[in-house]
Each structure stands twice: as structure tokens, then as C-alpha cells.
DNA sequence: GTGGTCTAGACCACC
DNA sequence: GTGGTCTAGACCACG
């Protein structure tokens, strides 16, 4: 798994690691199921704490992306689970797109170039 | 200008300052060249300390949406200054873009209810 | 007996054995005097470690639920054993049901739907 | 507030202050609105890191039960906002019932004895 | 002066 | 060998 920490960030260090691996599940480089690096490799090959990714893996745990296991370790959640919380996660969703909708409209972004750049995401 | 802010959130006070005026100015509701209220008057209205809304306008400045003059207060920044900062926007927000579209895929938002909820708050 | 095992839980493995045992002792599927599964057999059937079903046939023996005997193995205990430990449960039950009604009352479940929900499960 | 914590016990302390919290919040101990203990205070008073102090207010804080504020501290919640969970909590709520009640089952408790417990509780 | 983040290093429970 | 917890002490953002 790529990851690319960006320390003078204002977007702390366990947040960005969080968004990595989101990122990566979606991209289908992390498929369900498939184990995560440990706590500690993950932590040496990123030169930081340790704690700061268990702060990650727990926040990612949280939020329903995967699940902990003493023996285990840490792997990509199983979809069911997760669809629990999807209303929730849905209006969240939609509250943080409001913002970058009215941003992408002051600068003069159109609503097609919006569609585009979302469908070359997806 | 409706100013609501949310004490509780984890959002700073300044970062939510900074947003309504964007979302101001992409409603129409802040024409291009218009006055915005005074440091001191918004500070006063809003309850809060002036050196918050003064962070606020700097990050504003900052970012090319307004302009600030020691005389006239500030104003909304009109056509050329704003096309300046557009691009490095441009590239921004196509970051951010990015993890809102991950997470929509990850939690089994299809590509077309993405675009029903863009077009829905363009 | 039942027994569901939920290895992403945050309940240790020998923990939910333990639980699983004293609701089949309540709901009257294993009665006093009758047999557990040997420590081997439940070990393989769940596929988990039999250092795991020993600990939580430890932990049952302990808390006054079973006895354990090296030639018969371990059974569910029967009135007078059962009832030395009762008073020792009594107390910490108590302490349990203090942090449960705690949570209900701030949660606004009122006393009435609580003692519906108890005797539904009683 | 009376804060007793237990070292040797298998709950984290982190969860033992989470729990006194809510239980201060249950009794009436703790008004909605009113301010905790910094974080610092409480964690020289309980002679334990600030760390884990903090820990607990942020589970308090996801939980609804408290809202945190760079500026004014930790407060106790006014309610709204906390009903959105609701329908978890009470779900949780109900597997944590089930265990209890069937422990007083195995322990001679009768469902009156048990709702005359909850009364005096409440 | 508040909570939030991070570090370096330790110990523990679980299996 | 895994994640989870805790410590002691530091720095930062916020207002």
C-alpha cells in the first residue's frame, strides 16, 4: 500500500493515514477481507509512533472500514457491518459536497466540468 | 450575509467564517466588488473575539476570493484576482474531490446518485 | 449447546464461551448435573485453541457455575455450589445494572420500558 | 464529581472514567451544560496521565454525551443531537440486558427482585 | 489555558 | 506476534 505522509500538513498524521486506506479500499487495492500491515510495520516504514497508527486503525475500526483482531491483526471489513451506518454517512456525505460545490462555483467550475472531473474519479 | 456558527463543532471558529462567505459568494449572495461587514461589526454580531474574524478575512485574502484595503474594509474580489488563484484551487479541490468520491464508493454510492446530489446543490 | 462465536468482537473469545454457557444454563438447555463437551471437543467443533475453552471453562469453575473433575470432565453445578458463589454474583450484578440504568435513564428510556424490556428477556 | 478508580481491574481506566461520567450524568450530578474537569485537573487529581483522560473524553464526546471546546473545556451535552443514536444505543443496550438477566436467572434471582433493583436504581 | 496531537518506550491480554 | 493501554513529557492550534 502507497503512503504518502505530508508532515507540515494541518490534517493530522492518523487522519491522513485513515484517508490512505479509504482510498485504497475503494481503488480496489485493498480487498475485503485482505489483512492491513501490522500496527508496528506500518509505523517503522512510515517513521512515525506507533500509536499513531493504532490511533488510525482504531478511528478506521470506528468507522466500520475493518476490524481488529488481537491474533489477526487488522483487516479490510466484510461490507455488511458497514451498511449500518450508511444514512448517517450519507448526509455527512452530503454536507462536506455542499461545500465543495459552492468552491468549485466561484472558481468557475461548471457544473459539467464537476460531472467530469467526478466520473474520472469514480 | 447569514452568519450561523457552530461552537460545538470541530470545525474552528475561523475555518466556519471562512466557508459561509465562500458559500456567500457562490449563492449570489456576495456580488463580486461588494463590501463585506467591517472586522469589528461581524466580531460583534457574531459574539466572537475580532482576531477570529480577522484570521478569517487573511485566509479569505489569502486565497484570492477577497481583496483588503486599510481604507474601505473588505470587498469581494472581482474577475482578474480571482482567475489568478483559480488554478491552484483547481488542484485542490480535486484532492478533496478525490477522498469524497472514495468514500461514497467504498459505502455503495453509485456514480449516478453522485452526480443526482452535485446537481441538486449547484 | 449453541455456540456462536463473533472473532471480530471486542469480547475475547473465552469470554463469549462463558457467556454462551451461563445462558444455557439459564434458559434451562443444560441443567444442573449434566455434562459439558470435554475441553477437545468444543475446542475443535468452534475451531479455536483448547488453551481458549480451558480458560473459559476456568473462569466458569471459578465464578461457582461448574465444577471441573480430571475423570468426568466438567459439569454444571448443582444447588449448594451454585448458591456459596450467589451472594459474591449478587453484588456484582448490582454494580452491572447500575451503569446499564445509568446509560437507559440518560438515554431517556424510562423505567416503565425498561422493566418491559427485562420481562420480555427474563 | 467522585471519581474511583480501580487499577487492578480488567476495565480500561479510560472506560472507568467513561463510565462515572455517565453514571454523574444519570444521578444529576453533572447538569446538561456543565463544565467537566480539564482534562489536566482531573488527571493530576486521579494521579494518571492526561492522556488517558483525554481518551475518555473523546469516547464521552463520540458517544454525545459531552461536547469539547479548545476554548471552554468539556461540557455536558443539552440533549438534542444525542436522540440521533438512539435506536443503536437502545439496541446495544438490550444485548447487555440480555447477559444480566440471564446471570440473575443462574443466581436464584427473581424477575420482581430484579425490577425491585432496577427501581431503587433509577 | 484549553483540548488535540505526537513521541519513545513500556507492559499486558489474547491466542 | 498481534492490537490495546498507559506513561511522561513535548509542541501546537484555537480564541
Redesign the interface.
Known amino acids: 500500500m502507497i503512503l504518502t505522509l505530508d508532515f507540515a500538513s494541518d490534517i493530522p498524521i492518523y487522519q491522513q493515514i485513515r484517508?490512505a486506506v479509504?482510498?485504497a479500499?475503494?481503488?480496489g487495492q485493498l480487498q475485503p477481507g485482505e489483512r492491513l500491515p501490522t500496527v508496528r510495520a506500518l509505523a517503522q516504514e512510515a517513521g512515525i509512533n506507533s500509536m499513531t497508527v493504532n490511533k488510525a486503525y482504531q478511528l478506521l475500526k470506528?468507522e466500520g472500514?475493518i476490524?481488529t483482531?488481537g491474533r489477526n491483526g487488522a483487516a479490510v471489513g466484510s461490507g455488511p457491518g458497514?451498511?449500518?451506518a450508511?444514512s448517517?454517512?450519507?448526509q455527512k456525505?452530503?454536507e462536506?459536497?455542499?461545500?465543495?460545490?459552492?468552491?468549485?462555483?466561484?472558481?468557475?467550475?461548471s457544473?459539467g466540468e464537476?460531472?467530469q472531473?467526478?466520473?474520472k474519479?469514480?
Request: hydrophobic fraction near 50%; glycine fraction near 4%.
Open positions: 484517508n479509504v482510498r479500499i475503494a481503488d470506528q472500514y476490524t483482531d458497514r451498511a449500518a450508511a448517517a454517512r450519507r456525505l452530503e462536506e459536497l455542499k461545500l465543495i460545490v459552492a468552491e468549485a462555483k466561484v472558481n468557475g467550475i457544473l464537476l460531472e472531473m467526478i466520473g474519479l469514480y
